[in-house]
């Protein structure tokens, strides 16, 4: 019996289903809508990326993910961070429609069932 309870505890607690999420640190945002993922760091270290000729508003702070395909840089005018959005504690998980998240202090991890997905943090946005 008490192999299965530290086990159980092993184990990320999954958020329920929400619409959108925080990390502890508030740098980092995530709203779920149209079966897509959108997320947001507001302060980075991080070199962005070049911005296209066909984007002129911001650019390499956010990227977005759905349940299948690569994920991309976002060209947005706006923002999903929301300070009354709930917390997605350190060692826990998000989960969506085929969509997952891991939050860590060292950042964001997110992937699709296709293995594609992003790694966000003040320090790095990466798109694998």
Known sequence: M?????????????????????????????????GTLRCD???????????????????????????????RYVCHG???ADPSSPV???GRAWQGRGLSCTASPTGLRCSNAEGRGFEMSRARLVLF
């Open 41 to 71: 760091v507001l302060q980075s270290t991080y070199p962005r990326p070049p911005r296209p000729r066909d984007c002129d508003l911001d650019f390499g702070d956010s990227a977005e993910l759905g349940p299948r395909g690569p994920a």
């Open 78 to 80: 706006d923002t999903v």
């Open 2 to 34: 008490i192999r299965w309870i530290a086990a159980f505890m092993l184990l990320p607690v999954l958020a329920s289903a929400q619409e959108a999420f925080q990390l502890p640190s508030g740098n980092i945002h995530c709203m779920a809508f149209e």
């Open 88 to 90: 997605l504690g350190y």
